[in-house]
């Protein structure tokens, strides 16, 4: 098959080819063999993995069509029912016309469950295939509508997760006192004074740490500030995976950062996401040599006595500690008003028995009282032929506290602060 003198059918069988070899022989052979076939062009191997083409081409960015003369594999995915089914290819030639100028990409995949997946841009000149790696490099390192999800050693787009952090609002956030006003504001400014920080040698990044028993309105907080920010999201579900080491993927975490700052990065749970064993890791990264310019760290934690003092307490890796405690009564009988306002007129509580109930809830979290709003108004839906939303409300009380195998809220949220 080698040679200088190659025919159409030498290009259709090049895939196959290289398919047949072994996963260290596929880049050199697939390069050199396309270095015979197009000895007048540039070919360019990319080894970037944030080479998404066929994004791409669907957001408009360049036209995309497979090579007819050549045998083009694509997989079907489910994408969900208000996408349906997208095609990707896995192993394809493609022809692709970008800013006017029409280029091949060849795309390989190889590989089991970690597969690699490798691209080779044939140009007019090596200036427009690099060109057109780095808009796409670019591109696909924007955080748009979605957001970007860490889990099991790989980002995912999520957009119905970004869909859900549009219906989190400052406005419905219940917290003590100005809490939640603090904590936007320090996040604001921040965002907001970059030429201050470098005005002045500061390094232009943030921490935040989330502190109280489960339940409080850590999350919640935490979604009304992304949605709030409009700033690109990275969460962090876990650093954990079968390929890399911890190490490896906390690297890969904060590299992907830099690339999307000015951004937020969430890391719920820190106390149980990062180990002993990465700590000194999640520390270099978090505040060593790299720089996190335009970064907002902010982490969560129920049991802030498990964190290491090297995270929890230097100002530099997390600047300030917000606590969430389980609501009083005032924030009770707050959050039951703001929840009871958004009932139609027939269902709504009178103020009387909004501070009776709140009274009868001490020591709920503010996800215990949102499970008695919550089951109350379907259980309302069923029988309000029946009986009114207090007394209705008063029951799924008496049942949320009685339920057998369960502790009361007032002593899971005591347990859960002397822990």
């Not at 999800?149 to 956030?173: C, I, P, T, Y």
């Not at 990264?285 to 307490?313: C, M, Q, S």
């Not at 500690?321 to 139609?344: C, D, I, M, Q, T």
Request: net charge negative; glycine share 6%; hydrophobic share 40%.
């Amino acid at each position: 098959m080698i040679g200088h003198d190659l025919t159409v059918m030498d290009q259709r069988e090049l895939i196959i080819e290289a398919l047949r070899r072994s996963a260290d022989e596929i880049p050199y052979f697939v390069a050199r063999e396309l270095a015979h076939l197009f000895a007048d062009k540039a070919v360019l191997y990319c080894g970037s993995e944030y080479l998404d083409i066929t994004a791409y081409a669907r957001a408009g960015l360049c036209e995309m069509v497979c090579e007819t003369r050549v045998f083009n594999q694509g997989e079907a995915r489910w994408k969900g029912r208000k996408k349906g089914i997208e095609h990707e290819p896995e192993n394809a030639w493609l022809n692709v016309m970008w800013n006017g100028h029409l280029l091949d990409v060849v795309l390989i995949s190889w590989g089991g469950v970690y597969s690699s997946r490798r691209h080779w841009i044939v140009a007019e000149t090596r200036e427009l295939a690099e060109g057109l790696m780095t808009a796409l490099c670019n591109w696909s390192n924007e955080v748009r509508s979605e957001v970007l999800v860490f889990q099991n050693g790989w980002w995912d787009r999520d957009e119905d997760l970004f869909e859900a952090l549009k219906m989190a609002s400052f406005d419905r956030l219940v917290l003590e006192g100005t809490l939640k006003h603090e904590i936007l504001d320090d996040l604001t400014r921040f965002f907001a004074a970059r030429e201050v920080y470098e005005r002045y040698s500061i390094p232009w990044k943030r921490g935040l740490l989330l502190t109280g028993p489960p339940g409080n309105g850590k999350t919640c907080t935490i979604k009304a500030l992304v949605n709030k920010l409009s700033r690109p999201c990275l969460y962090v579900k876990s650093v954990k995976s079968d390929d890399d080491s911890d190490d490896v993927n906390i690297r890969n975490i904060f590299a992907q950062a830099r690339r999307s700052a000015p951004c937020v990065v969430v890391l719920e749970d820190l106390d149980s996401l990062i180990e002993d064993s990465a700590k000194s890791a999640f520390l270099n990264e978090l505040d060593g040599f790299p720089t996190n310019t335009g970064i907002a760290v902010i982490g969560t934690t129920n049991h802030p006595e498990r964190l290491d003092p090297a995270i929890a307490d230097r100002p530099s890796r997390f600047d300030r500690k917000f606590h969430f405690g389980p609501p009083e009564h005032s924030l009770r009988v707050e959050f039951l008003s703001v929840w009871n306002a958004e009932l139609e007129s027939t269902a709504r509580l009178p103020a009387v028995s909004i501070a009776n109930i709140a009274r009868q809830t001490e020591g709920f979290s503010f996800a215990y009282l949102r499970e008695l709003c919550t089951s109350s108004l379907v259980r309302w839906m069923v029988e309000q032929k029946h009986d009114g939303m207090d007394n209705v409300m008063l029951t799924m009380l008496a049942t949320q506290k009685g339920q057998p195998g369960t502790r009361s809220p007032k002593a899971e949220s005591t347990a859960a602060a002397n822990a």
